[in-house]
């Protein structure tokens, strides 16, 4: 991986940024260039970006997957967080701390895996006052996700005494904050996840107890199993969705929001017609900005996880961020990784 340039050489209106492009049919190459200012897109709000994060959406934009990403040569990064440049439309002040996750940032917009972004004012969100930018970032669209899969099971009426919460691909940016987000609300977490090494990683974030995940592989064939989980945030998936259902306590849930184990999974009406299971899906990528704000509040404040926030997270530099988004697209991520623009 070497820095090229776009441009000449770095000044005020000059920034780092990653860059993905297709070199040969099928093939993408991932490098670290020279951007002008004017190469953004014309909108409202510049920012400086002083930290993001990597996803697994972000790997998925960074090897080609079209479906995230239309066109190339791009910057992914659905993630971000800095200081306000300029603001045209007059919502936020030059030198404001502020937060951008989700919408199109990163997938067809220039992304967050960069020194600036130029963003739409109805994406940005000021920093709630309790975090620093770098902790924004640990929690970044995956805390959202996770906290949001919480607010689910919640509404539906969960509490710390009906029982074990079931959080799966528990290692995974989404599923650790959601077993320590759970494990502070007073929740005995039952974290699964397919890296048992990680077992310590876990316990250190609250989670209760760790299983393999093929502690589910038997229900596969099973129509409705043995109740054995009273809640479960679904972090996966495919097949491992439905055998999560099959095995949910009577009045239970599951907040599903992840698809890495596949889009499809077979179903039959058992589970929810005689248990009466409930399948919450969770959206963090197009919620309206004033739910975000909300609980970014809350993440802020009576859901701050605290020193967990240390446990969960890797620094890297910029030009780290190709080959970590590497070790995601293979599935061999733990935690979260915040990508720090000042290293």
């Known amino acids: 991986m070497a820095i090229t340039s776009q441009g000449n050489a770095m000044d005020d209106d000059s920034f780092r940024a990653m860059w993905v492009e297709e070199v040969a049919a099928g093939k993408y190459d991932q490098s670290i260039v020279v951007r002008r200012l004017q190469d953004l897109p ?3 709000v510049t920012i400086a970006v002083s930290h993001s994060s990597l996803n697994y959406k972000d790997a ?18 659905i993630d971000a967080a800095g200081t306000v440049i300029a603001d045209a439309s ?10 951008v996750t989700g919408y199109d940032l990163g997938m067809n917009t220039a992304g967050g895996l960069a020194e600036r972004i130029a963003v739409p004012a109805d994406w940005v969100t000021p920093l709630p006052p309790g975090l620093t930018l770098r902790e924004a970032m640990v929690l970044g669209t995956a805390g959202m996700t996770a906290a949001l899969c919480v607010e689910k099971l919640l509404e539906a009426g969960a509490g ?18 959601a077993v320590a987000l759970l ?64 095995c949910l306590k009577y009045g239970g849930g ?10 499809q999974f077979q179903a039959n009406v058992f589970p929810f017609i005689l248990r009466g299971i409930s399948l919450l899906g969770v959206d963090s990528v197009e919620l309206p900005l004033h739910k975000k704000a909300e609980v970014w509040e809350k993440m802020a404040g009576p859901w701050y996880i605290g020193e967990q926030l240390q446990k969960l997270a890797e620094d890297i530099s910029l030009e780290q961020a190709p080959e970590f988004l590497a070790r995601l697209h293979r599935g061999h991520g733990i935690g979260r990784y915040v990508v720090d623009m000042t290293i």
């Open 254 to 263: 599951v907040a599903a929001c992840g698809m890495a184990s596949g889009a």
């Open 42 to 44: 014309p909108n409202a």
């Open 90 to 99: 007059g919502t936020f002040e030059p030198g404001q701390k502020v937060l």
């Open 183 to 246: 494990a502070k609300l007073g929740f005995r977490v039952a974290a699964v996840t397919g890296k048992l090494e990680s077992a310590e990683f876990l316990t250190g974030l609250g989670a209760w107890k760790v299983l393999d995940r093929e502690t589910l592989a038997p229900f596969a064939n099973k129509a409705i199993a043995k109740p054995l989980w009273a809640w479960a945030v679904d972090t996966v998936g495919g097949e491992t969705l439905f055998n999560v259902i099959k």
């Open 160 to 177: 710390p005494d009906d029982g074990e919460v079931l959080v799966t691909g528990a290692t995974g940016g989404v599923g650790s904050i």
């Open 60 to 77: 998925l934009s960074a090897f080609g997957n079209r479906a995230v990403t239309r066109e190339y040569p791009h910057t992914p990064g």
